[in-house]
């Protein structure tokens, strides 16, 4: 990392991410809130724990269906402080425009955003914006920061994993992937699929209530296997999961064996993966499933002692294979 240049893969939330993080940011920010590289910092406060995160928005095109960048930022923040248990608060936006974007835009992308933050039941506080020369920017950018405030006695983490414990997908993986490729012309067939962009906030309370949670992430660049990953690197444990019971929609498979893609890899932006105890996982479970969020949730696989570190993938043949985290871009600039 001494050398060369920034790639679009080091965006993609795969290995050069984690390599980038590693090599760079976190050698020079190293601290024991920041060392964890959960998708929030937790940090105590008077009488409370906050946890606090940030996140940047550069999905081309800014309109999809299903979303628009604006919801993106949103519900992007919101998920990042609800999978580390909390209750989101407060948010900060920051616009960078570029010369040229129609007004209209950008009043329904902020809208949006407006309408958002308000079912959720969070405000936007504080914010900045800033307009580059035509050709500096693609239309487009945001950033956001979120505060969240963690309820008493919640305390869920990739530290607390054991084996044994079962892998719970909210819904079918892949819909944001496929939703952004047809927006951008790379789908030819009529193919009628949205975005899953939703905040997880309910549903993460409401999974968390069961008591049997263990750890909670949101699979979004990168996709479920690499999110996987990340879980199974942080708690030093191996996670084995079943093809044959992570939920696809037929259409979003019928893209990928067209394109070539894994959906296993597709970013998501309304799913929640949940590491439950083993004998709440059906609470667990049951829980999701009464929310609209997570009706077609189903548990595909679990924490295991052996492989440490690594996310192994039984197949419909009854075969195991290793499945690493995301290697180059595969879609960029997807969120």
Do not use: W
């Not at 008077?46 to 606090?52: D, H, T, Y």
């Not at 963690?150 to 869920?156: H, K």
């Not at 294979?321 to 600039?333: A, D, F, N, V, Y």
Request: contains cysteine; charged residues 25%; proline residues 5%.
């Amino acid at each position: 990392m001494k050398s060369g240049t920034i790639l679009l893969s080091h965006g993609a939330g795969g290995k050069l991410s984690h390599r980038l993080i590693q090599d760079v940011f976190l050698k020079a920010f190293k601290n024991p809130f920041l060392e964890p590289l959960n998708d929030q910092a937790v940090f105590p406060s008077p009488g409370k724990r906050l946890a606090f995160t940030t996140d940047s928005y550069v999905v081309s095109p800014i309109f999809f269906p299903g979303g628009d960048i604006g919801k993106l930022s949103v519900c992007g923040t919101i998920n990042d402080l609800a999978v580390g248990g909390a209750t989101p608060l407060y948010m900060s936006a920051s616009f960078i425009i570029e010369e040229g974007l129609e007004l209209e835009e950008l009043a329904k992308v902020v809208e949006s955003m407006a309408k958002t933050a308000l079912m959720a039941g969070v405000q936007i506080v504080t914010g900045d914006t800033k307009v580059v020369e035509k050709g500096k920017a693609d239309r487009l950018f945001i950033n956001t920061a979120g505060v969240g405030v963690i309820p008493d006695g919640v305390d869920v983490g990739p530290s607390f994993m054991e084996p044994g414990d079962a892998v719970i997908i909210s819904g079918t993986v892949g819909d944001h992937g496929v939703s952004v490729m047809r927006e951008r012309g790379m789908i030819t067939l009529d193919v009628d699929v949205e975005s899953d962009c939703a905040p997880l906030h309910e549903l993460a309370s409401a999974v968390v209530s069961t008591g049997f949670v263990k750890a909670m992430r949101d699979p979004t660049r990168g996709g479920l296997i690499t999110t996987l990953n990340e879980l199974a690197l942080s708690s030093g444990h191996g996670i084995l999961v079943k093809e044959e019971n992570i939920p696809v929609k037929e259409e979003v498979r019928g893209v990928c064996e067209i394109l070539g893609f894994d959906p296993m890899y597709l970013a998501n932006e309304g799913k929640m993966i949940c590491i439950a105890g083993k004998d709440g996982a059906k609470d667990v479970l049951k829980a999701m499933r009464k929310n609209p969020l997570g009706k077609d949730a189903e548990i595909i696989g679990e924490v295991i002692g052996e492989r440490s570190g690594k996310v192994l993938l039984e197949t419909s043949l009854g075969t195991r294979r290793i499945m690493e985290m995301l290697s180059g871009e595969q879609l960029p600039r997807i969120c």
